[in-house]
Antibody
Framework: QVQLVQSGAEVKKPGSSVKVSCQAS????????ISWVRQAPGQGLEWMGR????????NYAQKFQGRVTITADKSTSTAYMELTNLRSEDTAVYYC?????????????WGQGTLVTVSA | QSVLTQPPSASGTPGQRLTISCSGS????????VNWYQQLPGTAPKLLIH???ERPSGVPDRFSGSKSGTAASLAISGLQSEDEADYYC??????????FGTGTKVTVL
């Protein structure tokens, strides 16, 4: 099974940006789809967007349009999620998750999560 | 706000059968497969049920899923203490977006 390892916790100021990485091992990265899901403290799961590395195709939840960018580097099997114009409500654990093509929202593998804290 | 509605909590005694509902619409559950995730405290979610009613290898057969129209359900039979967790349904939506349910906290009394 594919393993996903995310970058470490971040503390950011309001108005700044954060970029979280997610490196895959043990599988064929380019054939999968990577989604980013976040979870605010004590809250539920929220899908942010995804990328299909093989096609370099991305799409985002309407709520995050214009503020989030998901990219992928096939040479290092790493996906990135950048969120800009951070506000306190963006404090959350951010997960990357991998699905096989054609298996919408069936996430077989998850990263360990990255805590992003937005505080002045 | 999520477009998939789940009850915020559910509880049962060991050995009981518990059912969690997930209500959506024709643009999501009515058109796409439903997956279920179990999240233990402080950990990443784990795939429990996929494609409406399929269990990944390693998931006990106490867990089962079903779907009818625009609603889906997760059933846990023979409830055990280790089933205490948060459970989420998830599917795709016609607006090209993934959606999760609001989540259900299961307590074993």
């Amino acid at each position: 099974q594919v393993q996903l390892v995310q970058s470490g916790a971040e503390v950011k100021k309001p108005g700044s940006s954060v970029k979280v990485s997610c490196q895959a091992s043990g599988g064929t990265f380019r054939t999968y789809i990577i989604s980013w899901v976040r979870q605010a403290p004590g809250q539920g799961l929220e899908w942010m967007g995804r990328i299909i590395p093989m096609l370099n195709l991305d799409n985002y939840a309407q709520k995050f349009q214009g503020r989030v960018t998901i990219t992928a580097d096939k040479s290092t099997s790493t996906a990135y999620m950048e969120l800009t114009n951070l506000r306190s409500e963006d404090t959350a654990v951010y997960y990357c998750a991998m699905e096989a093509q054609g298996r919408l929202m069936k996430f077989d593998s998850w990263g360990q999560g990255t805590l992003v804290t937005v505080s002045a | 706000q999520s477009v998939l509605t789940q009850p915020p909590s559910a509880s049962g005694t060991p050995g009981q059968r518990l059912t969690i509902s997930c209500s959506g619409s024709s643009s999501n559950i009515g058109s796409y497969s439903v997956n279920w995730y179990q999240q233990l405290p402080g950990t990443a979610p784990k795939l429990l049920i996929h494609s409406d009613n399929e269990r990944p290898s390693g998931v006990p057969d106490r867990f089962s899923g079903s779907k009818s129209g625009t609603a889906a359900s997760l059933a846990i039979s023979g409830l055990q203490s280790e089933d205490e967790a948060d459970y989420y349904c998830a599917t795709w939506d016609d607006n090209l977006s993934g959606v999760f349910g609001t989540g259900t906290k299961v307590t074993v009394l």
